[in-house]
């Protein structure tokens, strides 16, 4: 007897069809099928099948078992036996073997197919792929729609794809190029967006010597994924991309872009073997599972130990985040944010990076569906937390560790719960004499009993004995022992032992310099800070600092991390932060770290944009540490350092009234905003300043809040916001005696016409915002202002116009030494002349922009202008001059995407 499932479900026996009966009959056969040989409670089919009317339900699951066995055991039509349903004891089983089902036997034959490939036996291994691809007949589970099935089948098509793509992959090894090429693109036509199709579609056209068609076949990949997500295609499809460009040989010996951002594992880890033994179900088929526990108790040592161990099988790398859920701050890494930084890992530049947070969630899930990734989740606050986080490939697994059992997670993705208990009292002595080298003895008992098997507690005490070695273990337990409770359990109730006197004991061996940094430390609201930011806490030299935080990384109170970063583990911050509140230092260390943030940003900002960065802060309170990039490069590299804590403090700033540092924190921020397109958090900044700029008093930092606001608004799709936030700006700055920043604040309706195609609107914004500033006199806002309205005339169709606009925003920039505003209207005139088919002198005034751009260093809109040069010469039929534009455009976005280390 035959049971399909990889299709419409039948039953097949001695050659012919099998009519099993009414449709319950047939989805109690599927839920069995999918339990093959094993055991499946009444209560279970009767929910599963009947949904909310199990009530009246049990004669006739009864009747249905009754109909299977007689189909089964050919009592009905005279079939063959081979397979049957019986009562087990926990249940109804069909036996069967399963050979006999198309479902596993798929499995085994991809199974099979992967080994050969993994040995390099190319041949068997498409051989056994295509026979397995073979038992498809459509969609599975057809005709049977069931809740328990969908996921099932949705988890098949996965796996059935990813065959696919192995299978083909596999042929253009063994040189066959030809033979793929129509399957693949039957492929993308199907899956659009699955971009491994379009790379094996473009080694096969490459392959078989049909390198115009890969070209042709690029280009449609780009202005899908442009079209449909806003994104270019993926580091190894350009990279693919560029190499059929200049013919630099075989596609497959491009390298992909691989993490590796698990922590380092502890020389000392003990025992466990039991939880490690329960990970290690994660390399059979459950892809996720939860690791709860109180806090301290070796979640994540654990997981990062058995992580370690296992990395090996994840070829395509590990990525890691701890979301800092239960954070003393109250303010976790946000899931959005740890996307964020996942894609940047996976090899995505913030310049490409979409604007939109579900966007890039997609690109996440997309980037992971084809992948063999370990992903670490560390310290969630909740179910939903985490679930963005997970990867979307059946080869991918996940760990997520937290002090809540993250039920929902468990329920809706089936991840495998484990519970994680106190070390065992042998595991904890055993920690204790490998830390410290000594015997067993009844006094590790009393320390073990001390620290209640908690593993943080048992570091730490380690920690203070083997920097102390004059002193005996027995005076370390009977220190332990009497000082009593004095930490409180944390609100989750998760936490049964009290670790306030373990924390203590560490604490009164500090001397008062790094007591006092250990307490004022806490003040920080982010997950870790700099050398810089410590000094400005402390309000000590940086030498002096860095001793003190030495002092304290030492005892294991604070966490050196692998990028000179220092951060506290999250119950010693709670107990730190506890110290702190009763402290009158606190609020004035609080104080240095606003000027700190505030006198760093702005050099920063200055160096990133200095024309919009003209409103020097009043100077910083003594004992601040000013961090001072050295150029714009390394001015980025701070405030995407810094981005996080930059949010984190800013909103805090708000609560506590700091008025004239929220709002200036955020106004010298926005070209950070605008450059890694992180909009979201703009407008989270923005919204906090309005009321502290109105309060502060200060009409131009008003002004431009809402200015920098109506532009944040333009990119969170909030347009219908645009025309208030303009209007209030232009009343506060005109108020201010400020017209030329008027003019740039209504500069913000030409891009609202432009996202609305009004083009006749954004013409005469353009040329209102001209007006204000030919009355206030601003030159280089005149000539920028000329650019624009060329634009506008050019996508009116009135290129004579256009034309003669645009000359005069060149002679007007150029005679302002405007090498920006130049540059773009240069730029402007060049496509200006490629729409009236002027190529020369499209050609001619591309170059002098690419010129300028060149001197700015602004890669970006180099490579921008490269493209607009390829396209001038492809229509001016010089294909070869274009593709030599297109690649060198290419060569600058792979700069960009850090795949080279030249500077730029």
């Known amino acids: 007897m035959e049971f399909r499932l990889l299709g419409p479900v039948e039953v097949w026996a001695d050659g012919s069809r099998v009519d099993v009966g009414a449709a319950r009959a047939l989805s109690v056969l599927v839920v069995l099928l999918v339990d093959l040989n094993r055991d499946v409670a009444p209560d279970r089919l009767l929910s599963e099948v009947w949904g909310d009317e199990t009530g009246a339900a049990v004669g006739a699951l009864h009747s249905c078992v009754y ?188 390298d992909d872009h691989v993490p590796r951002q698990l922590p380092a594992d502890l020389s000392w880890f003990v025992g466990r073997k039991a939880a490690l033994t329960e990970l290690d179900v994660l390399l059979s088929s459950i892809r996720v599972a939860v690791v709860a526990g109180a806090a301290g108790v070796g979640k994540t040592t654990l997981t990062l130990n058995w992580a370690h161990g296992v990395a090996s099988r994840f070829p395509d790398g590990q990525l890691y985040v701890n979301l800092r859920g239960f954070d003393p701050s109250g303010q976790p890494l946000s899931s959005d944010a740890a996307v964020r930084g996942f894609l940047h890992a996976l090899g995505v530049r913030s310049e490409v990076l979409p604007a939109d947070s579900h966007a890039q969630l997609a690109l996440y899930r997309s980037l992971t569906a084809e992948r063999r990734l370990l992903v670490v989740v560390d310290n969630a606050l909740s179910s939903s937390h985490a679930a963005p986080l997970l990867p979307a490939g059946p080869s991918c697994r996940a760990v997520v560790t937290s002090r809540t059992q993250l039920a929902s997670l468990v329920t809706a993705s089936g991840a495998h719960p484990l519970a994680l208990e106190v070390l065992e009292p042998d595991e904890a002595r055993d920690l204790l004499r490998q830390r410290l080298d000594v015997p067993d003895s009844p006094v590790l008992d009393r320390i073990v009993s001390s620290c209640g098997r908690l593993p943080l507690a048992l570091a730490i005490v380690a920690a203070r004995a083997a920097i102390t070695p004059h002193r005996p273990l027995s005076l370390l337990a009977s220190q332990l022992s009497d000082a009593g409770p004095t930490l409180d359990a944390f609100s989750t109730g998760e936490l049964d032992t009290d670790l306030r006197a373990v924390f203590r004991w560490s604490y009164d061996y500090l001397a008062a310099p790094a007591a006092r940094a250990f307490r004022l430390l806490s003040v920080h609201p982010g997950a870790s800070f700099g050398i810089d930011t410590a000094a400005s806490l402390l309000g000590e030299p940086i030498a002096e600092s860095r001793r003190l935080l030495d002092d304290l990384t030492r005892v294991h109170l604070l966490e050196e991390r692998a990028d000179a970063r220092y951060a506290f583990h999250d119950l010693l911050r709670v107990y730190a932060t506890e110290l702190a509140d009763a402290d009158s230092a606190r609020a004035d260390a609080f104080r240095r770290l606003l000027d700190h943030y505030l006198h760093s940003g702005h050099c920063a900002g200055t160096l990133i944009s200095p024309a919009f960065a003209d409103l020097p802060p009043p100077p910083p309170v003594p004992g601040v540490v000013v961090t001072e990039p050295t150029d714009a490069d390394s001015a980025l590299d701070w405030y995407l350092t810094e981005h996080d804590n930059l949010v984190r403090i800013i909103e805090v700033a708000a609560e506590r009234g700091f008025d004239a540092h929220t709002w200036r924190m955020t106004h010298d921020a926005m070209f950070h905003f605008d450059r890694r397109h992180l909009w979201a958090d703009a407008e989270r900044c923005l919204r906090l300043s309005l009321p502290a700029a109105e309060a502060d008093g200060h009409l131009v930092g008003w002004g431009r809040t809402h200015s920098n606001l109506a532009r944040t608004c333009l990119q969170v799709d909030k347009t219908d916001e645009v025309p208030h936030h303009v209007a209030r700006a232009v009343e506060l700055l005109e108020a201010a005696g400020s017209p030329e920043w008027a003019g740039f604040a209504e500069w913000h309706l030409t891009h609202l016409c432009l996202t609305r195609s009004d083009y006749v609107g954004g013409l005469a914004y353009a040329r209102s915002v001209l007006e204000r500033f030919e009355r206030a006199g601003h030159a280089l806002g005149i000539g920028r202002s000329y650019t624009t309205i060329a634009h506008f005339q050019a996508l009116l169709g009135n290129h004579a116009e256009a034309l003669a606009t645009g000359m005069k925003a060149v002679r007007l920039t150029r005679a302002n030494d405007d090498d920006n505003g130049s540059a773009h209207a240069l730029d402007r005139l060049g496509f200006i002349y490629l729409k009236t088919g002027d190529f020369a002198l499209s050609k001619k005034h591309l170059r002098a922009s690419l010129e300028l751009f060149r001197k700015l260093r602004n890669v970006r809109n180099e490579a921008a202008v490269l493209e607009r040069l390829g396209d001038t010469h492809e229509a001016a039929d010089e294909a070869g001059k274009a593709q030599r534009h297109w690649q060198e455009a290419l060569t600058l976005r792979r700069r960009l995407d850090g795949l080279t280390a030249s500077p730029e």
């Open 67 to 254: 109909r299977l066995r007689r189909v089964l055991d050919g009592a009905e039509a005279g079939t063959g036996a081979g397979a049957a349903v019986e009562r087990g004891s926990h249940g109804y089983r069909l036996t069967a073997d399963p050979e006999d089902v198309d479902l596993f036997r798929f499995q085994r034959l991809a199974a099979s197919g992967r080994e050969a490939l993994s040995g390099g036996d190319c041949l068997t291994a498409v051989a056994t792929l295509r026979s397995a691809l073979a038992l498809w007949r459509g969609d599975p589970f057809t005709g049977v729609d069931l809740p328990c099935v969908r996921q099932h089948a949705a988890e098949l098509t996965e796996l059935r794809l990813a065959v696919t793509e192995q299978c083909l992959a596999a042929e253009l090894s063994l040189g066959r190029h030809d033979a793929v090429v129509s399957e693949l693109e039957t492929l993308t036509e199907q899956y659009p967006l699955r971009e491994r199709y379009w790379e094996l579609r473009l080694s096969a056209l490459a392959g078989a010597g049909r390198q115009a068609e890969a070209l042709a076949s690029y280009r449609q990949l780009y202005r899908l994924l442009d079209k449909e997500l806003g994104i270019e295609p993926s580091v190894s499809v350009r990279r693919l991309h560029e190499q059929i460009l200049g013919g630099l040989g075989d596609p497959a010996s491009l």
